[in-house]
């Protein structure tokens, strides 16, 4: 890791907006008098402002023991307690006083073809997903097996999930954009025995190969009992005997009577990899109750979530916020929650506005890559259409800047519409620092405050508080309920990556680092680990490096992030050779193209330099600030004095840029 990092605020925002009075007076958190008696009240007693929730908004078969028990670093919340997630985004809207939810829309989802539109209402969700889980049992899942899931984004992804969270199963949902190299890691390190996928799911009008890939992940393993596959897209493919089920025929004969388990608050709800500070994804392991604690709450005081809206996230469920506000967060409070499977630009650069207008969209919930892309696409892409349905803005995934936020609240929400900026990530479960939208006044770059309950601070390498606009690593500093539980099947490198920066005090630090203004808003302003934020999307730097090494032709290379128009941060390689590899364009095309098939297209490096050295310290380390100050197109201007041979700087600051 590079330990030399200096966090230095550039941002100096001065633009406050106001909670609209109409707004806030409808709002489930209505202005800053009831803002403030939450955090006050959580503040006495953080252990109790979360039973208070928990009792209020989450059903148990049976109470807790106790709230928490907290070992640093091993939390357990609810403890005793017995839930089950499925049964609060199901059944519960389906009895006693909200029984007419039954036949209120749980999904309306869309897929990129145009003929391609389903809803689902409460009661069809709910038989799916029981007919669902029975076919998940009668195939042999039982409770705490693991079950992967490589969908495009249909309604039976979420009923897949569903149904495992029905039975106790665990899910590890794949993002449908990972190679088959990818599934293969992340298949083996859960020790899963089915893969639940499709044949193909649509992107930009052609088909991605999902079941083929599957195929080719799981080409030499025997650990794979069962592949259930959903016709989607209708291509021909190879079923191999004894193992391919198709998921229609199997839903055939289920039964549509499936009791939920009655689980443990602690028992495993589901893993998801992510990019860490290693080379190798981690499993980020969440569990039942204190995860739908947090997403249940955050999901109605943060969107603000009413009986009669139509939300829409935009993110994959592959990714933790589909799984949090997609599904779990959404469905547990019993909304719309509208799907969409396709591109932002296909058939054309309005597909989302024009989806917005004709389902009516209420609240819209993206990342800011995506905000900059529509702004490049043009602001009469978004004036062909009204955007009148919508009442909230949301964003997540990297800070955003000022100039998208105000693009953002103009062209989109019409000035009308607050924006929630909110900052969270996979381990974290749910969100952590957001505005409340009828509450907090918001500023475009600051997601402002902690969510009541969770402390957040920010500080210098010794663990201490720094100053007001003072840069320093952003912690958390007391448990909460969506918290990780661990990585899976490894509790040392849990500790070591979140746990260990400042040991011993039960302080957490995910690698981002932030300031606080002098009212108490939050900044945060990026990773300061090998941890690069591509377009939303988590890489290590590690990851892909170990990528480019693995070809013939590479012996070594370094990985950095650089800014990037769209993504925010674009992918910088430099790389050396092997002697006898010509280092021309073709292989440059053929390295970034290795790098998509090892880990996909995500990962495909923007930027390809060959070098014949790469600079180092005397103790060989690399020096991958000099490579982000080249890489972003400036000269190196920090200190050198520690790097071994000056040579190596003239030489690739004369390299050419691919
Ligand atoms: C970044 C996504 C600034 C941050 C939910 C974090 C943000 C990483 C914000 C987690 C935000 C996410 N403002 N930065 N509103 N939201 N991030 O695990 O660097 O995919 O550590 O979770 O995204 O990404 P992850």
């Not at 620092?433 to 009541?452: E, H, N, Y």
């Not at 508080?465 to 990585?487: A, D, K, Q």
């Not at 920066?501 to 957490?508: E, L, R, T, V």
């Not at 995910?510 to 302003?525: C, I, P, S, Y």
Request: hydrophobic share 40%.
């Amino acid at each position: 890791m590079d330990t030399h990092f200096e966090i230095e605020s550039i941002l100096k925002e001065k633009r406050v907006f106001k909670p609209d009075p109409a707004f806030a007076r409808k709002a489930n958190v209505s202005g800053a008098a009831a803002y403030n008696r939450l955090h006050k009240e959580a503040d006495q007693n953080y252990q109790r402002f979360w039973a208070r929730l928990a009792r209020e908004q989450v059903s148990w078969f049976s109470p807790w023991k106790k709230v928490l028990d907290w070992k640093p670093p091993f939390a357990k919340w609810f403890v005793g307690a017995k839930t089950n997630v499925s049964y609060n985004c199901l059944d519960r809207h389906l009895e006693g006083e909200n029984a007419w939810r039954r036949n209120k829309a749980a999904i309306i989802w869309q897929g990129e073809p145009e003929e391609d539109r389903r809803v689902l209402t409460y009661g069809d969700l709910h038989r799916e997903v029981c007919k669902f889980a029975n076919v998940l049992k009668s195939r042999g899942v039982k409770k705490g097996d693991r079950v992967v899931i490589y969908m495009p984004l249909v309604p039976e992804l979420a009923i897949a999930m569903l149904a495992c969270s029905r039975i106790g199963a665990v899910h590890s949902i794949i993002f449908g954009g990972f190679s088959a190299e990818a599934i293969r890691d992340r298949i083996d390190d859960a020790q899963a025995e089915i893969v639940i996928t499709a044949d193909g799911g649509w992107r930009r009008g052609s088909i991605v190969p999902l079941k083929q890939l599957v195929d080719k992940a799981t080409e030499k393993s025997r650990q794979i009992r069962d592949v259930i596959v959903l016709r989607r897209t209708g291509q021909e493919i190879l079923m191999k005997d004894g193992r391919d089920l198709w998921w229609h025929e199997l839903m055939q004969e289920a039964s549509p009577d499936c009791k939920p388990a009655k689980l443990d608050a602690e028992h495993p709800l589901f893993i998801l990899y992510t990019s860490g500070s290693t080379g190798k994804p981690k499993g980020v392991l969440h569990t039942t109750g204190g995860y739908l604690v947090h997403v249940t709450v955050t999901s109605k005081y943060i969107f603000d979530l009413k009986e009669d809206d139509t939300y829409w996230c935009t993110a994959d469920i592959g990714w933790i916020t589909g799984h949090s506000y997609v599904v779990y967060g959404i469905l547990s409070n019993g909304a719309t929650s509208f799907m969409y499977e396709g591109a932002p630009n296909w058939p054309g650069p309005d597909r989302f506005w024009e989806l917005i207008d004709r389902n009516q969209v209420s609240i819209f919930y993206t990342a800011p890559t995506a905000i900059r892309a529509f702004m490049k696409w043009g602001d009469h892409e978004v004036k062909k259409h009204s955007l009148a349905s919508l009442r909230l803005l949301g964003t997540v995934g990297e800070p955003i800047n000022p100039k998208a936020w105000m693009w953002y609240r103009r062209l989109i929400g019409k000035n009308r519409c607050p924006i929630v900026d909110t900052y969270w990530q996979t381990e974290t479960g749910g969100i952590m620092i957001s505005p409340l939208p009828g509450a907090v006044p918001t500023m475009p770059g600051s997601c402002t405050r902690p969510f009541p309950g969770i402390a957040y601070d920010v500080v210098n390498e010794t663990g201490e508080s720094v100053g007001p606009n003072e840069g320093g690593f952003l912690v958390v500093t007391r448990p909460w309920p969506g918290m990780l539980r661990g990585i899976y099947g490894d509790p040392a490198r849990f500790k070591e990556e979140y746990w260990s920066k400042f040991p011993d005090k039960g302080i957490y630090f995910a690698g981002d680092g932030a300031r606080r203004d002098r009212n108490g808003n939050f900044w945060v302003m990026g990773r300061v680990d090998d941890v690069m934020n591509v377009a939303g999307h988590r890489l290590s730097t590690m990851e892909i490096e170990s990528a480019l090494v693995s070809h013939p032709s590479v012996t070594e290379a370094a990985v950095v992030g650089r800014p990037h128009e769209i993504k925010g941060t674009g992918i910088a390689a430099f790389v050396t050779l092997e002697s006898g590899a010509d280092a021309d364009a073709a292989l440059k095309e053929a390295l970034r193209q290795h790098v998509a098939k090892e880990i996909g297209p995500i990962a495909r490096p923007d930027d390809l330099r060959f070098t014949d050295s790469l600079p180092k310290t005397r103790s060989g380390k690399i020096m991958r600030r000099l490579l982000r100050e080249l890489a972003a197109g400036k000269l190196p201007v920090g200190d050198t004095t520690t790097l071994e041979d000056f040579s190596v700087l003239a030489e690739l600051r004369e390299s050419e840029e691919s």
